[in-house]
């Protein structure tokens, strides 16, 4: 059984840094693209960034660009976003996701249940 689990929210100053992490099981973790996702309340999920899964390629969405960092420790199982310089708009419910390994396409298959990041003006 696939589990993402993810960690390290919490409540931040505005320009201030987190670091949230996933731990994964169940899965042969370096197989898959690994990515975050946000949702603020009232608001669609939306992509923050990915991971291929030998960790040389990363994506990240323009919002966050320049602020984000996504890293991944295969030994671990671990993918990490760190985040500096934060704003009250980056302030959500971050996913944690897998890329099915089996399509050329991106097709998210696997959720975490959130963590919250709350930045405080």
């Known amino acids: 059984q696939v589990q993402l689990v993810e960690s390290g929210g919490g409540l931040v100053q505005a320009g201030g840094s987190l670091r949230v992490s996933c731990t994964a099981s169940g899965l042969t973790f370096s197989r898959y693209t690994m990515g975050w996702f946000r949702q603020a309340p009232g608001k669609e999920r939306e992509f923050v960034a990915r991971i291929s899964g030998s960790g040389s390629t990363t994506y990240y969405a323009g919002s966050v660009k320049g602020r984000c960092t996504i890293s991944r420790d295969n030994d671990k199982n671990t993918v990490a976003l760190q985040m500096d310089r934060l704003k009250p708009e980056d302030t959500a419910v971050y996913y944690c996701?897998?890329?099915?390994?089996?399509?050329?396409?991106?097709?998210?298959?696997?959720w975490g249940r959130g963590t919250q990041v709350t930045v405080s003006s």
């Open positions: 996701a897998a890329d099915s390994p089996a399509t050329a396409r991106l097709e998210w298959i696997y």
